[in-house]
Nanobody
Framework: QVRLVESGGGSVQAGGSLKLSCEIS????????MGWFRQLPGKEREGVAA??????FYADSVKGRFTISQDNADKTVYLQLNSLKPEDSGMYFC??????????????????WGQGTQVTVSS
């Protein structure tokens, strides 16, 4: 069973940075698509970043501020959050799919999800 565990959330002031981590287990192959989503208060969940091999994808709202990366040896995907704004506050989730990323609408579909980690940015 594929399992994802996020860490690295916390509270920072506006302009600060956080680095989220997502460790994947239960999947032996190194070929997988990983994504980060967030759910902001009162809003629907949105995809913010995804990665598959050397390809990265970003939502316009975070482009230039967030960076997704992965360490295949550690089976960990990271999301570096820079220049954080109060409107970035919310629950951040990582997600995974075996193989290449599968498009669904304007983002990607993932069958496996973590429990989420809270990011709070104060003004």
């Amino acid at each position: 069973q594929v399992r994802l565990v996020e860490s690295g959330g916390g509270s920072v002031q506006a302009g600060g940075s956080l680095k989220l981590s997502c460790e994947i287990s239960g999947y032996a192959d190194s070929n997988y698509c990983m994504g980060w989503f967030r759910q902001l208060p009162g809003k629907e969940r949105e995809g913010v970043a995804a990665i598959y091999t050397t390809y990265t994808f970003y939502a316009d709202s975070v482009k230039g501020r967030f960076t997704i990366s992965q360490d295949n040896a550690d089976k960990t995907v990271y999301l570096q959050l820079n220049s954080l704004k109060p409107e970035d506050s919310g629950m951040y989730f990582c997600a995974a799919d075996r193989g290449a990323c599968v498009r669904r609408g304007d983002w990607f579909d993932f069958p496996f999800w973590g429990q989420g980690t809270q990011v709070t940015v104060s003004s």
